[in-house]
């Protein structure tokens, strides 16, 4: 049963980030981004790791994806993109030499001597306890650096986006100087 | 069975598509859809290897990366959206401002 679901997954996931990944349509690009997220949740509820998954159906699905439909709001969506590439065949090349050659390296030290856990579950306590264990103990500061990087990102996304709000988007004393300018696109 | 490995190649597959994105994209959004992809494929390989030890560890750090895309992508979003309001596309290439 695990088996299917495994392969179910990880086939869909592969073919939607695959679409995400050569799709032309930006909106195609995102919208099979979001349900590759939807089933990579699904993979972790497989693991065990209930809460990652919560987490990453609230916070990608829900959060992130929900903040790129807004800010496509200000882009042209609807043309295509056009992209002039090299050639497709080194991209390929490259991409996939780079990544075995990660995933030889990062895999390295965990077959040459066996890893040992060093905060292993706590007995008989459900997932979601388990996480507030250890993250409230071990990685209470990080925790807490995560919650200020939050803040941070929050104000300067804010601070960044806001800028100049009142004013429409085609007509910023910007784009009319660089029209004036010409030749620089 | 699945196992391990399993996992492991899959987060494989899913960065080097991510990479791919990477490389052969010239749009800024798609860049990030691409980097969006890797950082997901990292944290497929994370909650595996928790599981395979039955250690907490693992999913700490996969939670600690989400929280970190969560707030690249809103500074991120944001000079996107300063970098369309000057240039008016989001192309790489229409950036470049020395010429050689």
Known sequence: ?185 | MIGLSHYLILSGILFSIGLIGVLRRKNLLMLFFATEIMLNAANIAFAAISSHYHDMAGQMFAFFVIAVAASEVAVGLGLLVILYKKYGTLDLDMYTVMRG
């Open chain 1, 1 to 185: 049963m695990i088996t299917i679901a495994f392969y179910f997954f990880a086939v869909l996931i592969t073919l939607l980030f695959l679409v995400t990944v050569m799709s032309k349509n930006v909106l195609y690009a995102m919208t099979s981004l979001a349900a590759g997220m939807v089933l990579i949740s699904g993979l972790f509820f497989i693991l065990g790791a209930d809460f990652l998954g919560v987490v990453q159906l609230i916070v990608y699905v829900g959060a992130v994806m929900a903040l790129y439909s807004f800010a496509m709001m200000f882009f042209d969506v609807n043309k295509d993109v056009k992209e002039k590439n090299g050639s497709a065949a080194t991209v390929f090349l490259l991409g996939g030499a780079i990544a075995l050659m990660l995933v030889l390296v990062f895999s390295a030290p965990m077959i040459g001597q066996g890893a040992a856990s060093l905060y292993p579950q706590v007995a008989g306590a459900t997932n979601p306890q388990a996480v507030g264990l250890v993250l409230f103990t071990k990685y209470l500061v990080p925790f807490e650096v995560a919650a200020v990087m939050l803040l941070v990102a929050m104000i300067a996304g804010i601070i960044l986006a806001g800028k100049k709000m009142d004013l429409s988007l085609s007509t910023t004393e910007e784009e009319i100087l660089d029209e004036t300018q010409g030749g620089d696109k």
